[in-house]
């Protein structure tokens, strides 16, 4: 009895220690699952090791992930949720701890909850809707891929289409749909296949008869049972692909621009870090030195540019400011040096500046002067200044914070690290060019479809960007950032032009594909001669309607699942 007392303790003890094993075994599994879906994401956007991306992942970058929900409960999707889109982002953001001391913590935080809220929707999708759980959870996807661009904390960067920024007859159907048509095709194969996997032993089960096995039973037995949805998106992608190439064009006998773009690779925020006044007057006379002669080189080419561009914030002094105030001699002389320069030239120049105003309505301080800044780009025409846009479209805490009443203590976190907050633009200005009207979505700005599309629905011929990237010091993110511009391009059929600090500064015909592209990090400038396309595509008139189709098929799709799902709970009470 002794004996067989002390073997069954010890079959318990194994038991137990093998249960831990297992359940530890688990976890790393699970862990290396979220951490692989993580590097497919990123990798499948511009990043460090290939700086175009790897667009065939994102095919498949979301698999990992998906398998992992159905085999957990609500609470631990939620972690795993979390855990996701903090890697993801760390990996594919890993450069905006560059920009700001508190950008890519809050990121990384923002997308921590995204993603949590998420996962946790996706868990409730395979509890409502069992048979069909992963067609509800890529319209969820989709929905929440909108959503992210949308209200004060909008961010752009990640949606799947712009993965494929390069694949130019896919891209091409975003002129119908806008980005969210190539989200759609791209995503939906990682929930297919991750739904088709879930059932692999069954399927390997009922197959080994027929001497099928592995992941092809799992294929083939799961494309029996939703043949139907394969074939659609089948048809819809090879429908996508035909207008591709059915839609591509030959500019070679459209009217032109021909725009000079400089790229001074100096970084603008370099004269906040010296020391001393004479130090900071040095870096803008330098600067100013430099995009001069870039300028000039630009204006000896034959024909001569139409228009010449200059980056974001590219000259520092506040123009207005300080030739209308004078209250700082040492930057209106600079300011002077410029205006001077621009009165010799009979070709309009576009400048990024702070355009600094008193306007006691918005700053009823007495001590600041009522001065107002605006991140602005401005036309200039023989030296006068003749239009100007400022940015509507502000970069959340960095840029703008409009909850200080609400959240003072983070209002002063900012201030506390030297945030500097611009105050938003209210109009889509159209410039007047020679021959040609444009628009100058200022940085940020272009990383939005609904911004460029107002724009063009104001009549703006090309879409010139302003942008500085150079306080990335990273050329995946210039390169993500240029991914989202193509897209601005073919969603409305126009030229887009980039003027910027450090790169990528090029032209990028109506069809999205990049037509010349000054070297990064290095002095240069290129002279584009554009297409002048016209006529409004159906993104222009109708703008994201896909996206709120998407966004309201989840809303609905969830809240039926919910209440059929209560009725059954009633019913089996």
């Known amino acids: 009895m002794k004996k067989n007392h002390q073997r069954i ?166 002129s119908i749909t806008g980005v969210w048509g190539v989200s759609a095709l791209v995503t939906f194969p990682s929930f297919w296949l991750a739904a088709a996997f879930k059932n692999r032993r069954e399927s390997i089960r009922w197959f080994s008869r027929q001497g099928i096995s592995g992941i092809r039973a799992a294929l083939v037995c799961f494309f029996q049972k939703e043949k139907i949805s394969a074939i659609v998106w089948t048809v819809s992608l090879f429908a996508a692909l035909v207008f591709g190439f059915a839609s591509n064009k030959d500019y070679s006998e459209y009217p032109t621009a021909r725009i000079a773009l400089i790229q001074h690779a100096t970084d603008p925020w370099e004269a906040s870090r010296v020391p001393t006044l004479w130090q900071i007057m040095e870096i803008y006379k330098k600067d100013l030195a430099i995009l001069k002669r870039l300028s000039d080189e630009a204006l000896e080419s034959q024909p001569k540019p139409d228009l010449v561009v200059w980056p974001e914030t590219a000259f520092v002094p506040r123009i207005h400011w ?27 120049f576009i400048i990024g500046n702070d355009d600094a105003r008193m306007d006691r309505g918005k700053n009823p301080n007495a001590a600041e002067r009522h001065r107002v800044d605006y991140n602005a780009a401005m036309l200039f025409e023989n030296g006068i200044n003749t239009a100007i846009y400022r940015k509507m479209h502000l970069v959340p805490f960095t840029e703008h914070f409009p909850y200080k009443k609400q959240l003072p203590f983070i209002y002063k976190l900012l201030q506390n690290v030297e945030t500097h907050f611009w105050e938003k633009g209210e109009e889509e200005t159209l410039f007047q060019g020679p021959g040609f009207t444009f628009s100058t979505p200022i940085c940020f700005e272009d990383s939005f479809g609904y911004l460029s599309r107002a724009f063009v629905r104001r009549g703006a011929d090309v879409l010139v960007n302003l942008t500085n990237d150079a306080w990335a010091k990273s050329l995946p993110s210039q390169k993500q950032h240029l991914s989202m511009a193509v897209f601005r391009a073919v969603e409305n059929n126009r030229s887009m032009v980039r003027s910027t600090v450090s790169g990528q500064t090029c032209a990028i015909d109506p069809s999205g594909r990049i037509m010349s592209e000054a070297p990064p990090f290095k002095e240069a400038f290129i002279i584009a001669d554009v297409p002048l396309a016209s006529g409004n595509t159906i993104y222009t008139k109708y703008g994201d309607y896909l996206a709120l189709v998407f966004l309201f098929m989840a809303v609905i799709l969830l809240l039926f699942g919910a209440f059929w799902y209560i009725i059954k709970l009633a019913k089996t009470a």
């Open 322 to 348: 300080h030739s209308t105030y004078r209250d700082d001699q040492d930057s209106w002389l600079i300011v002077k040096d410029l205006l001077d320069y621009l009165s010799t030239k009979d070709v309009p």
């Open 9 to 174: 303790k010890k079959n318990l003890d194994a038991g137990t220690l093998n249960g831990q094993a297992g359940w530890v075994k688990q976890l790393f599994i699970q862990f290396g699952l979220v951490l692989t879906a993580a590097i497919l994401f990123s990798l499948s956007h511009p990043n460090l090791l290939f700086e175009n991306g790897l667009p065939f992942l994102a095919w498949v970058a979301y698999i990992p992930v998906l398998i992992l929900i159905p085999k957990n409960n609500i609470a631990s999707c939620a972690g795993w949720g979390a855990i996701y889109g903090l890697s993801s982002y760390a990996l594919f953001n890993y450069w905006l701890s560059n920009f700001h001391p508190l950008a890519g913590i809050g990121v990384y935080l923002i997308y921590l909850s995204f993603m949590t809220a998420v996962f946790l929707l996706m868990k409730l999708a395979c509890i409502f809707f069992q048979k069909k759980a992963y067609i509800v959870q890529w319209i969820i996807w989709l929905a929440y891929e909108y959503m992210q661009t949308k209200g004060f904390l909008g961010f752009p960067y990640g949606i799947t289409g712009y993965s494929q920024w390069r694949i130019i007859p896919l891209i091409q159907i975003a």
